[in-house]
């Protein structure tokens, strides 16, 4: 099972493999350009979202596999023949490429609307069936919550990371109500999951990446409850943190004062909590 590498080294320790770890950065670096042009043309050239999806697929896999990160799925035929929604935790930029590799192609992400700014990369995400979402702008955010819903009751499965940002350190935020309230009203299961390693593989605190495994484990499918839907999101978001808490063996980090916890970007730091 993949875990957070202990800091306690030497400073000796750490000066001797400073070098192999710069290489090593270097090496991992050219290997995620070179796949990373591969999968643009792809996305430019390959005619249907499936296929795009499918390419996408192979090559987040062979950037794992050559940048020595091995990925251990398990318990895959968890997932639901028909339309679901998966959530999961969230630890490092490297968790949306891992969830590329590890899932089917059939499953498009929820992503938050910064993305589609950055270059290249935002246009990628598009090509592949990617949502993305307003977490800032209220009104904007409930036009992108709206077209999120059409997508899902038209029969889509999404993937949300539910936590919205993630932290240096690890542990567990708050879940916002946006992937389980999707769920509702689309009347499809919730699927928790649980990523592991990514942290320790690219660190938020900006530290140079390491050949890390990596594994992602699917939970049990949490179907719809019953009774009124206006009752049934909150319910499907407490039992699938509830789930994803006691499988991560992480902190729950709403146990904590939010100053005790340095958010991965400063705009998340400073702004309000947002329910979708």
């Not at 799925?73 to 949306?96: E, F, K, T, W």
């Amino acid at each position: 099972m993949p875990q957070e590498p202990p800091h306690r080294s030497s400073p000796l320790g750490t000066l001797v493999l400073l070098p192999l770890r710069l290489a090593y950065a270097l090496y991992a670096t050219a290997v995620f350009l070179l796949v990373g042009l591969t999968a643009s043309l792809a996305a430019l050239l390959l005619p249907g979202l499936d296929r795009r999806r499918r390419a996408a697929r192979t090559l987040a896999r062979t950037f794992l596999w050559a940048a020595g990160m091995k990925l251990t799925v398990r318990a895959l035929d968890r997932l639901p023949r028909g339309q679901c929604v998966i959530v999961a935790n969230h630890a490092s930029y490297l968790d949306g490429l891992v969830f590329t590799a590890a899932l089917p192609p059939r499953f498009g992400f929820v992503i938050k609307r910064e993305m589609a700014a950055v270059p290249l990369a935002g246009w990628f995400l598009h090509r592949i069936g990617s949502e993305f979402v307003e977490r800032f702008d209220r009104k904007r955010g409930a036009a992108d919550a709206l077209r999120v819903l059409r997508n899902a009751a038209n029969g889509h499965s999404l993937v949300f990371f539910p936590e919205g940002t993630f932290t240096a350190d690890p542990g567990l935020l708050k879940f916002h109500a946006g992937a389980f309230t999707t769920a509702t009203r689309a009347g499809c299961p919730i699927v928790p999951a649980v990523v592991r390693g990514t942290r320790a593989a690219l660190s938020p605190r900006g530290n140079l990446p390491r050949p890390v495994g990596i594994e992602v484990q699917i939970l049990p499918p949490i179907p719809p409850p019953p009774g009124a839907r206006a009752h049934s999101a909150p319910l499907l978001r407490a039992r699938a943190r509830e789930a994803i808490l006691a499988t991560l063996g992480e902190p729950d980090l709403t146990c904590f004062a939010d100053s005790a916890h340095r958010l991965h970007t400063e705009r998340a730091r400073s702004a309000p909590e947002s329910s979708s």
